[in-house]
């Protein structure tokens, strides 16, 4: 009777942790989720932005391409940041077409180390410089 109690008693406990492990991971998951899909929204909303600039008005076109780089960048921020690898590189590749500028100034080293090191904490996974340059910044390291 001891017996069965201890090993009721363990069992409730193991079940409990093993809950929280899991369940607070499938919450990380989720929230990941989330960010993903708002940073997808952003960037098809400023995308649909520059399409909707007036093309015969070059202040109110120069001021609304403004503001839909601005929110391109903010999105490319959170898709580099909490998309998974192959987002990124699409994304560095779509960014790429066109476009064969090399930085200036070019970010440093420990800069591009820095973003990496915050998306291995969240992604638990690593993308190449150059294409965390381009999805970033919009040009080559070299």
């Excluded at 960037?43 to 015969?56: E, K, V």
Aim: contains cysteine; glycine residues 8%; proline residues 3%.
């Amino acid at each position: 009777l001891l017996l069965t109690g201890a090993v009721g008693f363990v069992g409730v406990i193991l079940g409990g942790l093993l809950q929280y492990q899991f369940g607070s991971s499938r919450e990380i998951e989720k929230q990941r989720l989330e960010i993903q899909l708002a940073a997808y929204a952003d960037f098809a909303r400023a995308q649909a932005g520059l399409q909707r600039t007036p093309r015969d008005d070059a202040k109110r076109r120069g001021a609304a391409t403004d503001d839909a780089s601005l929110k391109i960048r903010d999105a490319a921020f959170r898709v580099v940041m909490f998309s998974p690898t192959d987002v990124v590189k699409t994304w560095a590749a779509f960014t790429r077409e066109g476009r064969s500028e090399v930085c200036r100034p070019t970010p440093t080293e420990a800069e591009i180390a820095t973003y990496k090191s915050m998306r291995r904490q969240i992604r638990s996974d690593d993308v190449a410089d150059d294409d965390v340059v381009m999805a970033l910044f919009g040009c080559k390291l070299k």
